[in-house]
């Protein structure tokens, strides 16, 4: 292979005078997470709602949850990013859509919302499934104990669906931060789009992306681990993940 | 507002974007959904072969794999195809290859962790008569697993693997990020050229979700089915 490795150039300051091209891949690292978390919540409360009305009893409550989840799945994320990018804001009425176009940081706004919608519909699905795992009688004990439906899902049904689908959830939050990497092409400068452009300055191909896939197996790693420690702790005795 | 909603620019450009973007994105999606199927079995078997550095080796690509995000790996690829074409053919230089080949050889290295995770799931759920079954039979391993093991896995399978294809067929429209033609790319170049992002993102989209919704529709009524015969 005739490629001049330079390792060195980490430690080399970047043209945008923000310090070393090792800066330039944290900053991206950062706005990776700070977007990933971002995208995180929303996803986390939409879905959950989302999914719990996919299971109330109303008819119209579950069309709107089966419309929901596939109308976010069925759509690629890329086109999703440019559905809410270049498309929303000239939908809407004139003063609105001036004023996204002017909104500071778009590109993150943008993939924060964008993702987070995106993922809702899989967290449902997941919260769903986890509720319709629990035996029947759940819902049934609730409903004879006096709680309302709300109570019923507030204090018996989620505390265990959630437990339940906790490694599901995990797999999701890990695709959460992937996914953020798309929105390179939104322009957000997360962690692939910082290798992206130390590349296109430096010419250092390979330094530049193993070095952002040495980040994110170690943001992987993270989050397995800690995910493993969330795991056991809220682990209810007697399920299979319990002591 | 929609007031001047133009269904005349993405008229005009229908034979563009389905001759050569949607072609693109249709060829790429069915030979990376094969070829990742092949390669993911290959990784399966690898797997459950009770060879421990096979297995690991194949359990290492999966996770690392799994761990990156598809933009990261479709760069990786770009840029690293021409060197090692250039190793293997001896070269002097780093060879030139093909946008198609390059994203072609990206989803089928990307999609096999995928499809190895399914087959893996699907070889696990034969039960341990039937190889049993085969090995009395006099079948070698290759046999068992060529007319015993894999068609009833790849069967079971079925549902979870279209599924998967469709994952694919929508994260093919990221290789928008090499300037690639498929169909996503040739609806954003007419709108940048007509100044029309609005009508060609919006048909985009109800494209890709017309084509995933009958798919999905589809695979829903092929495990109704699945489910009945087992």
């Known amino acids: ?243 | 507002m929609l007031s001047n909603f133009d269904f005349d620019v993405i008229r005009r450009a229908l034979p563009y974007l389905f001759y050569e973007g949607m072609t693109f994105t249709l060829t790429l999606t069915a030979l990376a959904a094969l070829g990742g199927l092949i390669f993911g079995t290959a990784l399966a078997l690898m797997r459950l072969s009770g060879y421990k550095l096979l297995g690991r080796i194949a359990g290492l690509y999966v996770d690392f794999m799994r761990s990156l995000p598809l933009v990261l790996v479709i760069f990786w690829f770009y840029f690293l195809v021409p060197y090692i074409g250039q190793w293997v053919t001896g070269a002097s230089r780093p060879i030139s290859v093909g946008a198609f080949a390059s994203s072609l050889i990206t989803f089928i290295m990307f999609e096999a962790a995928y499809f190895s995770e399914i087959m893996r799931a699907g070889i696990q759920s034969i039960s341990r008569g039937q190889p049993a079954a085969a090995s009395a039979l006099g079948l070698t391993y290759a046999q068992s697993m060529r007319y015993v093991v894999l068609p009833q896995a790849f069967r079971n399978m079925l549902p979870v693997l279209i599924t998967q294809t469709i994952v694919l067929f929508q994260d093919t429209s990221l290789v928008y990020v090499l300037s690639i033609t498929d169909f996503l790319g040739a609806a954003s170049k007419v709108a940048q050229r007509d100044g029309r992002l609005v009508e060609m993102y919006l048909f985009a989209a109800v494209v890709y979700f017309t084509i995933s919704c009958i798919a999905s529709f589809g695979v829903r009524r092929l495990q109704a089915r699945i489910a009945i015969i087992r």
Do not use: C, H
């Not at chain 1, 919540?41 to 959950?48: K, V």
């Not at chain 1, 008819?59 to 596939?70: I, L, M, Q, T």
């Open chain 1, 1 to 243: 292979m005739n490629y001049n490795w330079n390792w060195g150039i980490f430690f080399q300051p970047n043209p945008m005078g923000t310090g070393t091209y090792l800066d330039m891949l944290l900053s991206g690292l950062a706005l990776t997470l700070k977007t990933a978390a971002l995208a995180w919540i929303i996803a986390l409360i939409t879905g959950s709602v989302v999914g719990v009305m996919r299971t109330l009893p109303s008819k119209a409550a579950n069309w709107f949850g089966f419309a929901y989840v596939e109308f976010f799945r069925n759509m690629p994320l890329l086109v999703q990013l440019f559905l809410w990018f270049f498309v929303l804001p000239e939908i809407l009425p004139k003063a609105a859509g001036l004023w996204l176009k002017q909104l500071p940081n778009a590109p993150f706004w943008t993939a924060a919302i964008g993702v987070g919608f995106f993922m809702s519909a899989r967290v449902a699905v997941q919260l769903q499934a986890g509720i319709s795992s629990l035996p029947r009688g759940q819902k049934m004990a609730a409903t004879a104990l006096g709680l309302t439906t709300v109570q019923g899902y507030r204090y018996v049904l989620l505390p265990m669906a959630f437990r339940i689908i906790l490694p599901p959830l995990t797999s999701e939050f890990l695709n959460t931060i992937k996914n953020t990497a798309v929105a390179i092409t939104i322009g957000l400068l997360e962690l692939t789009g910082q290798a992206r452009s130390m590349q296109e300055f430096s010419f250092q191909v390979f330094e530049a992306f193993t070095a952002a896939t040495i980040l994110y197996l170690l943001v992987n790693a993270v989050v397995v681990t800690a995910m493993r420690f969330l795991e056991r702790w809220v682990a209810i005795p007697g399920y299979i993940t319990g002591k």
